[in-house]
């Protein structure tokens, strides 16, 4: 199974803190880490631990901070072939606060993020192809337009996005908010549409039609971060293998269930074993 993700890549600084600061306070006591993230790198990463070959389309600054951002996935053998270094923007970071409940709160600088073209694209991307919207809309198009089969759109984060991809995209996954934005032209398609709703579980529809829903396992959770990327990247495997929906959802919470109960988004992504152990209870 071969999957082409064209996302996002970042560094991320993780401060683990007592508490989430509201605007204008300052909460101190907390603790840093390094960790690989961007969405795009994050959901190549996650689909290559649980099986598939994977390439990334990206771009990274000529600064120290790229191989940080590239190590986990370079361990692992995802294709980086793809992903070109840009002399004039730095590697993108993205700031994380995390409390101890697993909540966190996000600021992202792309950086180089924003480099990414269509002129970086091949003219055919072969298999699957998994987009997010961390990069310019233009470039997300341009690659859903040239991928030849399956395409899981992440509409995330909210971004308004033509009706081309919409019809185009097999699957759309996003979160409650997300859907709320995009309202009901995200069932005009044919495609199936996946919106999680965190703790909740996970609802597949298609046409507006709703054809499945799947709880995650009870977990304890650390770090939500990275979660719904190791989500979109199961919910993906998973239909590519041949699941049926309410199966493919139920594996794919367990993915992001799993991701909730580790530190760090890249770090938390999960092996087959641990999806199947959550889901057998363990």
């Known amino acids: 199974m071969r999957i082409t ?15 989430l600061p509201a605007p204008g306070e300052t909460v101190t006591g907390a603790t840093l880490a390094r960790h690989p993230g961007g969405k795009g790198a994050n959901q190549a990463f996650a689909a290559e631990k649980l099986g598939a070959e994977v390439s990334l389309i990206g771009r990274v600054g000529d600064d120290a901070m790229a191989g940080e951002a590239l190590s986990l996935m370079q361990d692992i053998g995802v294709d980086l ?4 270094v840009d002399v004039a923007a730095p590697t993108g970071v993205a700031l994380i606060a995390v409390d101890p409940s697993g909540e966190n709160q996000i600021v992202v ?6 480099m990414v073209t269509p002129e ?22 341009a ?56 703790a909740k579980g996970a609802a597949m529809y298609q046409r507006g039609v709703e054809m499945a829903w799947a709880t995650p396992p009870v977990i304890t959770a650390v770090d939500a971060t990275g979660a719904g990327d190791a989500f979109v990247a199961a919910i993906t495997v998973a239909l590519l293998e041949g699941m049926d929906p309410a199966e493919a959802l139920k594996f794919a919470c367990a993915a992001g269930a799993f991701a909730a109960t580790r530190p760090g988004a890249q770090p938390s992504a999960p092996e087959r ?10």
């Not at 993700?5 to 508490?19: E, M, R």
């Not at 072939?81 to 070109?84: D, F, K, L, N, R």
Request: net charge negative.
């Open 273 to 282: 074993a641990d999806v199947e152990g959550l889901l057998n209870g363990g």
């Open 120 to 141: 970086q694209l091949p003219q055919r991307i072969e298999g699957a192809l998994i987009v997010q919207l961390e990069l310019p809309v233009e470039t997300v198009e």
């Open 81 to 84: 072939a793809g992903v070109e």
């Open 143 to 198: 690659a859903v337009g040239r991928a030849t089969g399956f395409v899981c759109a992440n509409l995330a984060p909210a971004a308004p996005v033509s009706e081309l991809l919409l019809r185009r995209a097999d699957l759309i996954v996003v979160n409650e908010t997300e859907a709320a934005f995009y309202g009901d032209g995200l069932h005009h398609g044919g495609g199936r549409v996946v919106v999680t709703k965190g």
């Open 109 to 114: 600088a792309p950086g180089a993020n924003l």
């Open 5 to 19: 993700v064209v996302g996002s890549i970042n560094l991320d600084l993780v401060a683990t803190a007592p508490s």
